[in-house]
């Protein structure tokens, strides 16, 4: 199974900083269609999860442009230009090239 | 628009099953295969599988093979897993997600106590 290794474990910050998450993954995501299915979700609390961001960088039409994603084959990253209060929660990537599909462990935003 | 509407909590005994359901309105069922995804207590997620509601085909996670089983009912827009010979590590909360985990359930919490 591919590992999805994310760091920070979790981040506090003010309203307004940027953050930057990272998740690397044990193998290539690049698939044979060509494509690269990395994608991030937000869990807030007591919440189901929900959709960001998908093939690495392309973000949902009501996700806010200050997220952005990044990156290729194995590492990838999540950024938020100025954290705002309602980013708070449990941030996961997570890969649909090869399966079964696998987790991140996941980066809890506190805001402080 | 899109909506995943899951069963409720669910109290079960050791060794017991349980089946949980997953109703979706707002898009045309059939089009969208369906996930299953676990959450034990704090932790990460992890996949279970998908059903193809068109076909009733179906893709397992190894780990959960002899433990879980997908079906849908097309006629009801509604998908369902079983979960068998449950234990205490099967206490979690469960989700249902559409194809590119881009709609989630609200969840149904499985809680394994005698």
């Known amino acids: 199974d591919v590992v999805m290794t994310q760091t920070p474990v979790s981040l506090s910050l003010a309203i307004g900083q940027p953050a930057s998450i990272s998740c690397k993954s044990s193998q290539s995501l690049l698939g044979t269609s060509g494509k690269t299915f990395l994608n991030w979700i937000l869990q807030r609390p007591g919440q189901s999860p929900k959709r960001l961001i998908y093939?690495?960088?392309k973000l949902y039409s009501e996700v806010p442009d200050r997220f952005s994603g990044s990156g290729s084959e194995t590492e990838f990253t999540l950024k938020i230009s100025r954290v705002e209060a309602e980013d708070l929660g449990v941030y996961y990537c997570w890969q649909g090239t090869h399966f079964p599909l696998t987790f991140g462990s996941g980066t809890k935003l506190e805001i402080k | 628009q899109v909506k995943l509407l899951q069963s409720g909590a669910a109290l079960v005994k050791p060794g017991d099953s349980v089946k949980m359901s997953c109703k979706a309105s707002g898009y045309t069922f059939t089009d969208y295969i369906i996930h299953w995804v676990k959450q034990s207590h704090g932790k990460s997620l992890e996949w279970i599988g998908y059903i193809n509601p068109y076909s009733g085909g179906t893709n397992y996670n190894e780990k959960f093979k002899s433990k879980a089983t997908l079906t849908v009912d097309k006629s009801s827009s509604t998908a369902y897993m079983e979960f068998s010979r449950l234990t205490s590590e099967d206490s979690a909360i469960y989700y249902c997600?559409?194809?590119?985990?881009?709609?989630w359930g609200q969840g149904a919490s499985v809680t394994v106590s005698s």
């Open positions: 093939q690495v960088s």
């Open positions: 997600a559409r194809r590119d985990l881009d709609a």
